[in-house]
């Protein structure tokens, strides 16, 4: 089954666009996934399994790394 995810991060520190521009260029890293970003979000497309790992395992490294 496939899905759509539609998702936003705010950092909550005044040096934001590096946390974001690394979650999503993790996340394009991943072939089976389509990702869409425009200026208030980022749309993640593929099968359901594929979409949620990714995002579990993208956000963790994000919010290990940066406040």
């Given at each position: 089954m496939d899905i759509?995810?539609?998702?936003?991060?705010y950092p909550l520190n005044a040096d934001y666009i590096p946390p974001i521009k690394d979650f999503i260029d993790r996340l394009n890293a991943h072939s089976q996934l389509k990702v869409v970003?425009?200026?208030?979000?980022?749309?993640?497309?593929?099968p359901y399994e594929?979409?949620?790992?990714?995002?579990?395992?993208?956000?963790?490294?994000?919010?290990?790394?940066?406040d």
């Open positions: 759509a995810v539609e998702l936003s991060l970003t425009n200026s208030l979000s980022t749309q993640v497309f593929g594929v979409v949620f790992a990714a995002l579990t395992r993208e956000l963790q490294v994000t919010f290990a790394n940066h």
